[in-house]
């Protein structure tokens, strides 16, 4: 007769398979933010046709050859003007322009529209890339309204500047969202004069979030500090990242973090702490190998020090300092070789501030360390070779950023590194199963 196996050694096994069947699951990756074949998804839908060869004959398909997590804002057929080139003129816009404002640099679902604040929310469009819309022009307000999805509309708006969604075509989760909209929306207050055969100048941070008008008090750290003089030299390079905190972060921050009251060298240090040395779109953070990357402040400090934790956590990009939690809220900019992201807290670096308890059990107070009063060490020598430094660790891009993009519904992901790993919990798993059968030895 089989000897029947005592009950708390089948609950330890159980418990074990179900550890293990947990850490299969969480070993699986969220799926990767990957460029997608603009025309092949909307080639679907025959409503969408004449908005569809627009876009095709227009150079705004190449400029989203690359990029993801985006929301295209398309136009029925019905909802067209009978000449949308003549409307465009009519408004003094270039009809690519007004393509690429109904191109978001963020994707957004119903659900995201749905929880919309009652104030909206300004999202920025492809056309402020083209350096063209001045202050926060080339960005779209999103706001609910009542029975419909949402109104988008122009921050500075004006007959035809507006038109309500109508809903949700289609979506390739967190690449592309496609919302039918109800008529063609027109950017305001753009430069005539200007030409999209210019060559790009480089980007000045410090205008681009004043222009922006929630970052007053990071542009004027920036310009005080003297720092954004180095991020505009880092462009020509691999180019930049930057984490920029709203006012409204600034003004959340405790009482006793002594931020204001740091020596210029070591606030030059937290903005350092907030730019990652490589341009990476939304797609690419989305998309994260390496979560934890060193930062500017790095490069004057020791290897491994002064690092950001970046993954992505319930829809959103999250970066975790040591000491702070903070997720991107929007794209300020992004225009290779710069992308500028909203965060929604000041990322303070563990380094120089610490979390401490408060009184009423509030343990998210952070004040600054002992240790803030002296610089983190700087190599100075000037014999020392470039390969001594330790180069930014890289996230992966959209497979079409690599030159390797695939259409949409034929794009295959590659297998995960630690696939490998998975199979080893499935032989335990296996090797554990046969002692799960409680009961079936009874009575040999």
Not at 219 to 241: K, N, P, Y
Request: glycine share 8%; net charge neutral.
């Amino acid at each position: 007769m089989r000897r029947q196996i005592p009950p708390v050694s089948c609950l330890v096994l159980l418990a074990a398979a179900l550890a293990l069947l947990a850490a299969a699951s969480a070993a699986s990756p969220a799926p990767a933010a990957v460029a997608v074949n603009m025309t092949g998804v909307l080639s679907a839908f025959p409503d969408l046709s004449d908005f569809t060869r627009l876009l095709a004959s227009s150079p705004v398909l190449a400029e989203l050859a690359g990029r993801s997590s985006l929301t295209l804002l398309a136009v029925p057929n019905g909802n067209l003007p009978q000449s949308p080139s003549a409307f465009a003129a009519a408004t003094g816009a270039d009809l690519a322009d007004v393509l690429r404002y109904h191109v978001l640099l963020e994707y957004l679902a119903p659900a995201d529209l749905r929880r919309l604040p009652a104030s909206g929310k300004l999202v920025t469009t492809l056309f402020q890339t083209t350096g063209r819309a001045p202050a926060d022009l080339g960005a779209v307000n999103v706001t609910t309204a009542g029975a419909s999805l949402a109104v988008v509309r122009s921050p500075a708006p004006f007959p035809g500047s507006n038109a309500t969604v109508l809903g949700a075509i289609t979506a390739v989760p967190y690449n592309l969202s496609v919302l039918a909209v109800s008529g063609l929306i027109v950017p305001t207050g753009f430069d005539l004069a200007a030409s999209e055969s210019r060559p790009p100048a480089a980007v000045n941070i410090t205008r681009v979030l004043a222009d922006a008008r929630a970052f007053n008090v990071a542009a004027s750290m920036l310009e005080a500090s003297g720092v954004a003089a180095e991020f505009e030299d880092d462009e020509r390079g691999a180019g930049i990242t930057v984490f920029a905190p709203t006012d409204d972060a600034f003004a959340g921050l405790p009482a006793g973090d002594r931020l204001q009251s740091l020596p210029a060298d070591r606030k030059a240090v937290v903005l350092r702490f907030h730019v990652l040395h490589s341009y990476y779109p939304l797609g690419s953070l989305e998309s994260i190998v390496n979560p934890v990357q060193p930062t500017l402040a790095t490069e004057f400090s020791n290897a491994g020090r002064f690092t950001l934790n970046i993954t992505r956590a319930n829809g959103s990009v999250a970066i975790d300092t040591g000491v702070v939690q903070a997720t991107i809220t929007r794209t300020v900019f992004d225009q290779n070789p710069v992308a500028v992201f909203a965060v929604s807290k000041v990322l303070l670096p563990k380094e120089m501030f610490t979390r401490t308890a408060g009184g009423g059990g509030d343990s998210s107070v952070v004040a600054a360390t002992a240790a803030a009063s002296s610089p983190p060490p700087v190599a100075t020598a000037p014999e020392a070779s470039e390969s001594a430094r330790t180069p930014p660790t890289k996230l992966s891009s959209p497979p079409a950023l690599r030159g390797g993009g695939q259409d949409y519904d034929t794009a295959s992901a590659p297998a995960p590194a630690h696939g490998i790993g998975i199979g080893w919990w499935c032989i335990a798993l296996v090797y554990l199963l046969p002692h799960l059968n409680l009961y079936t030895g009874r009575g040999r």
